[in-house]
């Protein structure tokens, strides 16, 4: 009688046919969760720029338009006055200390629920929509 040791091909290529299953799976929760960190992210800087925004507006007269209806404060009109630092994240990019020049933060009394809108650069918060342009 023949001793037999080891593991057939079959058995080996199931486990490697497995393995590769659970690879898949794994990367595209990987990615899917990289991906979604990216838009929380510019979330969560977008809703930074925006208090600081309504800080200075409600506050400062100098670098605040009117436009269509909309307050608008330039990001780099915050940078300039110490409200903002050069090296928070621009929402619009996904880049710390990204280049904010000719964008605004204007706001609008348009009620919404919270949310992000990644297509029209609108991120709404506390049922208001504010505008990075």
Do not use: H, W
Not at 17 to 40: E, P, Q, R, W
Not at 72 to 78: F, G
Not at 99 to 114: H, I, L, P, R, Y
């Amino acid at each position: 009688m023949k001793n037999k040791r080891g593991f057939t091909l079959i058995e080996l290529l199931a486990v490697i046919v497995i393995l590769g299953v659970i690879l898949v799976i794994a990367t595209t929760s990987v990615i899917k969760s990289i991906n979604d960190s990216k838009v929380k992210a510019k979330y969560t800087a977008a809703k930074e720029i925006v208090n600081i925004a309504e800080a200075y507006m409600a506050t400062e007269t100098d670098g605040v338009d009117v436009e269509d209806k909309k307050k608008c404060v330039s990001i780099q009109t915050l940078i300039d006055n110490d409200y903002l630092e050069k090296d928070v994240t621009n929402p619009l990019t996904g880049e710390n200390g990204g280049n904010f020049e000719g964008q605004k933060v204007c706001t609008s009394s348009t009620k919404a629920q919270d949310g992000y809108e990644a297509s029209a650069n609108a991120y709404n918060f506390d049922g208001y929509v504010y505008y990075l342009k």
